[in-house]
């Protein structure tokens, strides 16, 4: 709404913040980085067949607003990216009895932040999701792995909470990297008797390439009923 940017703005003046994506003295984000948050969603599948819609490429202003959000407590970004997510999620939605969950953040993850940044992002996007999977197992950072140890480092290390015979989901997390955690959470939806009609993430890695894109349309859909 246009008086709410006009209270931003002002608010902005009198208790100016660093903008997430360029460190200028402005809103959590300001009117410029805004723009490079504008969504441009793709479908790709995984590996394993997964299709996964992404919103945004990991890089630049992205990529700085998503690690202030998820490393630096800036809980105030999540306003700019909830609408790339949404769309995100409204694309991949298909009519029908769909529950939205999330791939659950590590314990350790949650002490340090004391938030879900997924979950945040969601409920920004006027979307609540279902507690579905839970941590099984400790697993080690990602960040150096490369895709085969990423995928051995994730084995088994969710569970589904409870039987979910005759449920069907939609996937949700942050960044899309080599699809292996998304995997894993489809592997346990699958092993609790559920079914996973396709994911979706806030922004995928570009290095990580390929997956195969398939180009959006507005009558796309998950309607494939695919476990």
Same mark, same amino acid.
């Given at each position: 709404?246009? *008086?709410?940017?006009?209270?931003?703005?002002? *608010?902005?003046?009198?208790?100016? !913040?660093?903008?997430? +994506?360029? +460190?200028?003295?402005?809103?959590?984000?300001?009117?410029?980085?805004?723009?490079? &948050? $504008?969504?441009?969603?793709?479908?790709?599948? @995984?590996?394993?067949?997964?299709? !996964? =819609?992404?919103?945004?490429?990991?890089?630049?202003?992205?990529?700085?607003?998503?690690?202030? &959000?998820?490393?630096?407590?800036?809980?105030?970004?999540?306003?700019?990216?909830?609408?790339?997510? #949404?769309?995100?999620?409204?694309?991949?939605?298909?009519?029908?009895?769909?529950? !939205?969950?999330?791939?659950?953040?590590?314990?350790?993850?949650?002490?340090?932040?004391?938030?879900?940044?997924?979950?945040?992002? &969601?409920?920004?996007?006027?979307?609540?999701? !279902?507690? $579905?999977?839970?941590?099984?197992? #400790?697993?080690?950072?990602?960040?150096?792995?490369?895709?085969?140890?990423?995928?051995? %480092?994730?084995?088994?290390?969710?569970? #589904?909470?409870?039987? &979910?015979?005759?449920?069907?989901?939609?996937?949700?997390?942050?960044?899309?990297? @080599? +699809?292996?955690?998304?995997?894993? +959470?489809?592997?346990? $939806?699958?092993?609790?008797?559920?079914? =996973?009609?396709? #994911?979706? @993430?806030?922004?995928?890695?570009?290095?990580?390439?390929?997956?195969?894109?398939?180009?959006? %349309?507005?009558?796309?859909? *998950?309607?494939?009923?695919?476990?």
């Amino acid at each position: 709404m246009a *008086w709410r940017d006009s209270l931003l703005d002002a *608010w902005a003046l009198l208790m100016p !913040v660093e903008c997430a +994506g360029c +460190g200028s003295a402005d809103r959590a984000v300001c009117s410029e980085c805004r723009r490079a &948050l $504008v969504p441009e969603p793709v479908s790709r599948t @995984t590996g394993t067949g997964l299709e !996964v =819609v992404t919103a945004l490429r990991y890089e630049g202003v992205v990529r700085r607003v998503i690690l202030s &959000l998820k490393e630096q407590g800036r809980t105030d970004a999540a306003r700019a990216l909830s609408p790339a997510l #949404a769309a995100a999620v409204g694309l991949a939605m298909s009519p029908g009895d769909i529950e !939205v969950t999330t791939i659950p953040s590590s314990r350790g993850a949650y002490r340090r932040r004391g938030y879900d940044p997924v979950a945040l992002l &969601l409920r920004g996007a006027g979307v609540r999701p !279902v507690p $579905v999977l839970k941590s099984a197992r #400790a697993t080690v950072h990602q960040k150096t792995l490369s895709a085969a140890e990423r995928a051995a %480092n994730l084995r088994g290390a969710f569970t #589904a909470r409870d039987p &979910l015979a005759g449920r069907r989901f939609l996937l949700v997390d942050d960044v899309l990297t @080599t +699809g292996a955690t998304l995997e894993e +959470g489809h592997r346990a $939806v699958v092993e609790a008797g559920g079914t =996973v009609l396709g #994911a979706v @993430t806030l922004a995928f890695t570009p290095r990580w390439l390929p997956f195969r894109d398939i180009p959006m %349309n507005e009558d796309y859909g *998950w309607a494939k009923g695919a476990q």
